[in-house]
């Protein structure tokens, strides 16, 4: 699609608009209005105070690292350096790279952290979940409002043009009006779609940086994060951005030349309609201390990119993941159900079933043990040690599970090689585990590799 687009455009550009277009305030409300944004000075000094500390507290302990991330089978180094902060024992996953979350002081867990400033420093950030948390709520809360006001107005102006409309019409227009805009399980559905349980934090100094990506589509300058989606949410989920740019008096918007398109010394964020060239693409400056939501379903429609500053910068990036497969909580109950084909009552460890529906759901569990939780943490697994060793007990357990997955694969092997089996059902567990274990052996191969 990004080809295709490109070649469409050939030299040209498409317009965007910053606020200093007369039209700004009218394409955001027509085009993008369930992107919210709210100033630095709408949010309380104590909580902007904590948590700017935290941000220099972790990039003073070295917290920050730069991912390796695998895109179209190739490996990069991503120019923001990141940490996640969230949940105990919950991950997050983003271009094939699991993240596992440093967690935040939360009750009930007994967590030891390397020093009270990393204590306090993750204090201040789940106390800034929370804050964004109320305020995607009202939000949202507001947004349904002003849709349900919008279907009431149009309602009127219906009945206005029609005054012939029969009784029975009347009271199905005010049935709809009562629920318009609000479903039956409103507050369950807001709570679900805004209690965030990661944080995804960034750092960046353009001016340490080397090389950065231009912005392909509209010539708004140095890209620090290309254009996407956020990937791994809930379905229509809020995404909360905190920015925090070290503005000092050099990087003050440059207010003597007014320059076309975006001031380059300020941080903003760029918004565009996904793969559209009709609807002028956003660029909002981003200063210290302001915040914005992305609300409902303008992560899947729309696409954003962050457009470096001169300044150094840190976000703090809310987000409910989509943890279904990705908690200690699902692993361990995977390792559980793999573990019940072990036979270990006799003296000699056998398995329970030959047959090939839990043979391969065994060494399916066996290969996402190894791949999505084991050497996903090994490969970047160090960095946490700078925080806790909360992780290092869960991977201890984990990897025994997968010391028993190895063995619970040499049985099943030495089970196939015998010749007793009946020959069709044989052929039928060597054709099924075959392909998982050559699976097994290519990706053993290209963690290598990496």
Excluded at 47 to 70: I, N, S
Excluded at 178 to 202: A, F, H, M, Q, W
Excluded at 295 to 300: A, R, V, Y
Aim: glycine content about 4%; overall charge negative.
């Amino acid at each position: 699609q990004k080809k295709k687009l490109l070649e469409e455009l050939g030299e040209n550009r498409l317009p965007y608009m910053t606020p200093a277009d007369a039209d700004f305030h009218q394409l955001w409300k027509t085009k993008y209005s369930k992107l919210v944004f709210r100033k630095s000075d709408t949010v309380p000094d104590e909580l902007h105070q904590m948590v700017q500390e935290g941000f220099l507290t972790l990039r003073k302990h070295g917290c920050f690292f730069q991912d390796l991330v695998r895109i179209k089978g190739k490996d990069f180094v991503t120019p923001v350096s990141r940490i996640l902060i969230g949940d105990p024992g919950c991950t997050y996953k983003y271009l094939n790279t699991r993240l596992f979350t440093v967690p935040w002081p939360t009750e009930g867990y007994d967590i030891k952290y390397c020093s009270p400033q990393i204590h306090h420093a993750c204090k201040a950030l789940i106390r800034l979940n929370d804050y964004l948390h109320i305020e995607a709520v009202k939000a949202l809360q507001g947004q349904n409002l002003s849709e349900a006001k919008e279907i009431k107005a149009t309602a009127v102006i219906d009945r206005e043009q029609s005054f012939a409309t029969s009784l029975t019409e009347k009271e199905s227009v005010s049935k709809d009006q009562s629920s318009c805009g609000v479903p039956e399980d409103d507050s369950i559905s807001l709570k679900n779609r805004t209690s965030y349980n990661v944080t995804l934090l960034n750092y960046m100094d353009p001016l340490q940086m080397l090389y950065l990506k231009q912005e392909p589509y509209f010539g708004m300058g140095n890209m620090a994060v290309s254009w996407h989606h956020d990937e791994n949410l809930v379905e229509r989920s809020t995404v909360a951005v905190y920015s925090y740019s070290c503005e000092g008096s050099a990087m003050e918007e440059s207010s003597e030349e007014k320059l076309k398109g975006r001031d380059p010394a300020v941080w903003h964020v760029g918004l565009k309609v996904a793969w559209d060239i009709e609807t002028p693409g956003l660029a909002i400056p981003l200063h210290q201390g302001d915040f914005y939501l992305m609300l409902d379903d303008l992560n899947m429609t729309h696409q954003h990119c962050v457009l470096a500053g001169f300044s150094p910068r840190f976000s703090s990036t809310h987000r409910v993941a989509d943890c279904s497969r990705g908690t200690l909580e699902y692993i361990f109950g995977q390792c559980e159900l793999a573990l019940q084909n072990l036979q270990t009552d006799s003296v000699a460890l056998s398995l329970k079933s030959l047959e090939t529906a839990v043979v391969k759901q065994v060494e399916e569990i066996h290969n996402e043990v190894e791949f999505e939780w084991l050497r996903q943490f090994w490969f970047q697994g160090k960095r946490y040690l700078k925080f806790t060793d909360w992780w290092l007990k869960p991977i201890a357990k984990l990897e025994e599970f997968w010391r028993k997955m190895e063995i619970m694969t040499s049985l099943l092997l030495s089970e196939v090689r015998k010749a007793k089996q009946i020959e069709e059902q044989g052929n039928e567990t060597i054709s099924c585990i075959l392909l998982i274990l050559t699976e097994r052996q290519r990706l053993r191969k290209e963690w290598t590799a990496r």
